[in-house]
């Protein structure tokens, strides 16, 4: 059974940082680029950052970059995301989301349409 594991989130001021984790079980970690989306309060699951199979690459959209941070530790089969700079429009569910890298190729998807399996999200609140 696959399950993905969020936490790390919670309440912070605007300026603040958090690192959130997923912990990964049931697939072969290493196989897998991983994801992490988020959504806020009335609008649609939106794509923040990705990582490639060996961590080799990463992808991130626009409002966090240069901000967010992505890392992966395959011996702990653990994603990782580092948020900086914090704002009250960050404040969302923060879902990691595993893609199969087949022919391993270090892909970096961003469309949520490639993802099929997701945890169940952790809440970051940001106050201003």
């Known amino acids: 059974q696959v399950q993905l594991v969020e936490s790390g989130g919670g309440l912070v001021q605007a300026g603040n940082s958090l690192r959130l984790s997923c912990v990964v079980s049931?697939?072969?970690?290493?196989?897998?680029?991983m994801a992490w989306f988020r959504q806020r309060p009335g609008e649609d699951r939106e794509f923040v950052s990705v990582i490639s199979w060996s961590g080799r690459d990463t992808d991130y959209s626009d409002s966090a970059k240069g901000r967010f941070t992505v890392s992966r530790d395959n011996a702990k089969n653990t994603v990782y995301l580092q948020m900086s700079s914090l704002r009250p429009e960050d404040t969302a569910i923060y879902y990691c989301a595993a893609f199969k890298d087949s022919a391993r190729f270090d892909l970096v998807p961003r469309s949520i349409l490639d993802y099929h399996d997701w945890g169940q999200g952790t809440q970051v609140t940001v106050s201003s």
């Open positions: 049931g697939l072969t970690f290493s196989h897998y680029a």
